[in-house]
């Protein structure tokens, strides 16, 4: 089964920032898209930003756009979320996902197959 660990998550003051990182390993399909979810205290898990499997392709939510970005390297089986200007209403465990195929949306929680146990982040003065 795929693995997959997220890393950089911690406490940030307002305005600043983070990078999030998901390492994959174990046994794998030669493609994977990959996405980055959030869950908010109190809230459902929510799309943040994805991307396709050759790179060529991004997604962001219209809350993180602008200031977040997503990118990938295939060679090392990483993908990073760099998340700027960070707000309160970024605080949430931050979830990496993959998908050996997208079927419909890359927004979609269900088209991924494999998922991380999350890391925390909390942006407060």
């Known amino acids: 089964q795929v693995q997959l660990v997220e890393s950089g998550g911690g406490l940030v003051q307002p305005g600043g920032s983070l990078r999030l990182s998901c390492a994959r390993s174990?046994?794998?399909?030669?493609?994977?898209?990959m996405g980055w979810f959030r869950r908010a205290p109190g809230k459902e898990r929510e799309f943040v930003a994805a991307?396709?499997?050759?790179?060529?392709?991004?997604y962001y939510s219209d809350s993180v756009k602008g200031r977040f970005t997503i990118s990938r390297d295939n060679a090392k089986n990483t993908v990073n979320l760099q998340m700027n200007s960070l707000k309160p209403e970024d605080t949430a465990v931050y979830y990496c996902?993959?998908?050996?195929?997208?079927?419909?949306?890359?927004?979609?929680?269900?088209?991924?197959?494999?998922w991380g146990q999350g890391t925390q982040v909390a942006v407060s003065s």
């Open positions: 174990g046994r794998t399909f030669s493609r994977y898209a």
């Open positions: 991307i396709s499997w050759s790179g060529g392709n991004t």
């Open positions: 996902a993959a998908a050996a195929a997208i079927y419909n949306d890359y927004t979609r929680p269900i088209e991924y197959n494999y």
